[in-house]
């Protein structure tokens, strides 16, 4: 009885390491299949919430140069963009420079190369000649909620670089100064503290 006992343990663990590794096999497979994916990996559209603000390290009014649209050459990335109509892949990002004119929070260098994986729209092809408020984290800083079903976010490719602060499913944090969005955000944080917490007013 004892020797059954131990046998039948065994096939339990033998059991388990099985549907262990079908998982772990049915994650990576889901991961390929979601970096294949175009443009959208968002069931809903979230909306946006000017009060993440408050997870920004860096907050700056300049001018975007030296925009491009990076694609990873790894043998993973090329595989799967071989079967993406589009050619667009999520693994994809935006690397642009800021030329700053002003900083509303942080202390950034004159020029700033900045990373934008906006994954769940697709990054544009070109962006505008005109200045921009644009909000910044550092990698491994806290990041906006999930506030929509689901979604598909991916590390920071260049983890030594600021990235555009985006909540998941949500516009990013990169507005024409003279946009409604824009002018709020700065006439709340140029508001005294003692006299104001911008991420509440924002709410």
Do not use: H
């Not at 497979?29 to 959208?40: D, E, I, N, R, V």
């Not at 190369?113 to 990054?123: I, K, L």
């Not at 909000?135 to 976010?153: F, M, N, Q, V």
């Amino acid at each position: 009885m004892q020797i059954e006992d131990t046998q039948s343990g065994r096939l339990v663990v033998l059991q388990r390491t099985s549907m262990r590794r079908c998982l772990q096999a049915l994650v990576v497979s889901l991961s390929f299949l979601l970096m294949a994916s175009p443009a959208s990996a968002c069931r809903a559209f979230a909306a946006l919430e000017l009060s993440d603000i408050q997870y920004a390290d860096v907050v700056v009014v300049g001018r975007i140069q030296k925009y491009e649209i990076v694609q990873p050459t790894d043998k993973r990335s090329n595989f799967w963009r071989a079967k993406s109509k589009s050619k667009k892949i999520l693994s994809d990002y935006a690397r642009f420079d800021v030329v700053v004119d002003e900083a509303l929070v942080g202390q950034p260098p004159q020029v700033i190369t900045v990373t934008w994986d906006n994954s769940t729209f697709g990054e544009p092809e070109a962006m505008k000649s005109v200045p921009y408020l644009i909000a910044l984290r550092e990698s491994g800083s806290k990041a906006p909620p999930l506030r929509g079903p689901s979604a598909t976010t991916l590390p920071n490719p260049e983890p030594s670089l600021l990235s555009v602060l985006q909540a998941p499913c949500a516009p990013a944090f990169i507005f024409e100064t003279t946009s409604v969005q824009a002018e709020t955000i700065r006439s709340e944080l140029e508001q005294p503290k003692a006299e104001s917490d911008p991420a509440a007013d924002l709410r």
